[in-house]
Structures are given as C-alpha cells and as structure tokens.
C-alpha cells in the first residue's frame, strides 16, 4: 500500500510540477507579476501546431501514467508481454504500447533505441541494467521522478517501483521516447 502510494505521487509530479521551471513538460515557463501564477512565455513563432504537439505530449503522459499505475504489483514471467504478467522489457514496451507508441522486445533493443537521455532524467526515460539475475544478462525499467523507477524485478515481488541510487553503479543507459 506504501509503495502505491508513493508511485501515485511520483507519478502526479511527474505530469504536474510543483513549480514552474520544473523541465517535467519540457516548456519554458515564467512567472506572471500580476497573478502570481505559472503561464507559459509568449513567442512569435508559437503555433497552432506547436500547441498541438505539446498537448499530445502531456496526453501521452498522462496514458502513460495512469498504465504505471495499472502495472503495480502485477507478477513477474519471464518472456510476459502484460497486461496480467511482465518480464522488465514486456513492462516497458507494453507502458509505451498503452501511451501510443511502439518500443523494441527486449531491453537490449530499447536501451539502443530511441534519443540518449541527457544528464537530467524525466519521466518516461527507459533505464538499461547490467544484470547477474537476467537470463539475457540485461534489465530495463522505465524512470518516475525524483530518483525513483518502475520496472518488473522478478517472481519475488513482480512490477515494483524502486530507487535509483543503489543501481546507479549498473546503469548503462538512459533512452528518451518522449520528445
């Protein structure tokens, strides 16, 4: 029950930032002297299409997000592709199937795919694990906020969320999806 509650709140700081600034949306924000609240800046070259393309951002997320959520505590199968069981890759690829998006099977494949994250992660950042445990000798999981991820650990405990610190001497690699 703890650790859903702590993912229900990793989850809703990932999709609404408590300030603005915050580079979960990717936008520039500033703050507006007569309100005193966040509105995003005004820019000549600002589009329709531009909007457009922002909104299906956060309409992912949000689909991402609520999948997470649907994920916890489900078991752990090796070769499992959801929505009853997962292995680390099936979770992801089906997190990302439930958001709109095609990722590769395995972890090997999404670690390669997609853009290198940068040194900052965001929500939706796809992690590759070296790992002693995996049959295939990798593992994945897909980032939260605030240094903690979600990914299926194994029969034990099945799709948990987990701190990053401890495994940051196994990361490998951080792949962006998410423009």
């Given at each position: 029950m703890r650790r859903r509650r702590l993912c229900l709140a990793l989850i809703l700081f990932a999709l609404f930032p408590p300030f603005p600034g915050?580079?979960?949306?990717?936008?520039?924000?500033?703050?507006?002297?007569?309100?005193g609240t966040a509105t995003p800046k005004a820019s000549s070259r600002t589009?329709?299409?531009?909007?457009?393309?922002?909104?299906?951002?956060f309409f992912a997320r949000r689909r991402l997000a609520l999948a997470v959520r649907h994920c916890l505590g489900k078991p752990y199968v090796y070769g499992a592709r959801g929505p009853t069981?997962?292995?680390?890759?099936?979770l992801?690829?089906?997190?990302?199937?439930?958001?709109?998006?095609?990722?590769?099977?395995?972890a090997l494949e999404q670690g390669r795919g997609g853009r290198r994250a940068g040194p900052g992660l965001v929500f939706g950042d796809v992690l590759l694990f070296r790992s002693r445990a995996s049959p295939s000798g990798w593992h994945c999981g897909m980032?939260?906020?605030?240094?903690?991820?979600v990914h299926a650990t194994g029969r034990d405990r099945g799709v948990i969320v987990?701190?990053?610190?401890?495994?940051?001497?196994?990361?490998?690699?951080?792949?962006r999806y998410l423009a």
């Open positions: 915050s580079e979960a949306h990717g936008e520039s924000w500033r703050r507006s002297a007569d309100r589009s329709s299409k531009a909007g457009a393309v922002t909104q299906a951002r069981a997962f292995d680390c890759s099936g992801v690829q089906w997190l990302y199937r439930s958001a709109g998006l095609k990722l590769p099977r395995t980032y939260l906020a605030r240094g903690y991820f987990s701190a990053l610190a401890p495994r940051r001497s196994a990361l490998v690699a951080a792949r």
